[in-house]
C-alpha cells in the first residue's frame, strides 16, 4: 500500500502563493500518476491538478491553470503543487491522491488525510 503525507498549507492573504508538498511511502513514486484534489466547505471534492507517473502529462483544473504548477521528484518521492497568485476561494482542504494503476489519474487508489489552505481578502 502506499502512505500519503502532505504537508504546505496555511493561512495566506490574496495574491500570494504556497507550496504544498507530498511524500509518498511504501511504493516508488515515479510508477504511478498522482494529484491533487480540494473541497471547499459545503462542496464535492475537485480535482485540482494531475501529474502522469513520469511527469510529462499534466492536467489543471480551469480555476487554477496559470496560477498552480504540480512538480514531482521521484527520487524523494514527493510530489509538489506551487499555487500561486492565491485566490480567496482557493479556500478547502488539499488532498494528495495517487493511482497506482494507469500512466495518468484516472480513480484514486490512496488518499492522504489533507492539509488545510486559507486565503484571506
Known amino acids: 500500500q502506499v502512505q500519503l503525507v502532505e504537508s504546505g498549507g496555511g493561512l495566506v492573504q490574496a495574491g500570494g502563493s504556497l507550496r504544498l508538498s507530498c511524500a509518498a511511502s511504501?511504493?516508488?513514486?515515479?510508477?504511478?500518476?498522482m494529484g491533487w484534489f480540494r473541497q471547499a466547505p459545503g462542496s464535492e471534492r475537485e480535482s485540482v491538478a494531475h501529474?502522469?507517473?513520469?511527469?510529462?502529462?499534466?492536467y489543471y483544473s480551469d480555476s487554477v491553470k496559470g496560477r498552480f504548477t504540480i512538480s514531482r521528484d521521484n527520487a524523494k518521492n514527493t510530489v509538489y503543487l506551487q499555487m500561486d497568485n492565491l485566490r480567496p476561494e482557493d479556500t478547502a482542504v488539499y488532498y494528495c491522491?495517487?493511482?497506482?494503476?494507469?500512466?495518468?489519474?484516472?480513480?484514486?487508489?490512496?488518499w492522504g488525510q489533507g492539509t488545510q489552505v486559507t486565503v484571506s481578502s
Open positions: 501529474s502522469s507517473w513520469d511527469g510529462r502529462r499534466t
Open positions: 511504501g511504493r516508488t513514486v515515479g510508477y504511478y500518476a
Open positions: 491522491a495517487a493511482d497506482v494503476r494507469h500512466y495518468a489519474m484516472e480513480r484514486p487508489d490512496y
